[in-house]
């Protein structure tokens, strides 16, 4: 089961050129901002699909860190970052993907001559092709 919620312990390092942020429990996670509150925006967003990439290959979610057991130095301080996945993974998963397709150059015509739109028209058809009813 997979959880709703996450928080982990981000190290935001500070430098003239911006913040830095690194997360010790998840190696290759890291983000960036010009200043405290896009790095926590940034960190948001990593941590987000960091997440999301872990749980959708099956791969372990580690415990986060206490704080109390982490070091920083003079330029870095520790912020918890706070997750909620529902709409990470709803967004994730509604998310359009580009398809190329052929067809006959004549059914394009006329097809483009009556305005259809090709991206509603082939879900419509998937969908009743595999019998997706997706009225609730």
């Not at 690194?22 to 948001?44: H, I, M, R, W």
């Amino acid at each position: 089961m997979l959880a709703d919620r996450y928080i982990f312990p981000a190290i935001f390092h500070f430098a003239d050129d911006g913040i830095s942020v690194e997360f010790p429990d998840l190696p290759g996670c890291f983000s960036y901002g010009d200043d405290e509150l896009q790095a926590v925006t940034n960190a948001k967003e990593a941590l987000e699909l960091h997440i999301f990439g872990l749980e959708d290959d099956s791969d372990p979610i580690p415990s986060p860190s206490h704080i109390r057991e982490i070091t920083v130095s003079d330029n870095e301080t520790i912020v918890l970052i706070d997750i909620w996945m529902k709409p990470v993974r709803d967004y994730m998963q509604n998310k359009a993907i580009k398809k190329t397709l052929t067809i006959p150059k004549w059914l394009n015509d006329i097809a483009v001559e009556n305005d259809v739109n090709f991206s509603q028209l082939l879900q419509v058809a998937i969908k009743n092709y595999l019998g997706i009813n997706t009225r609730n």
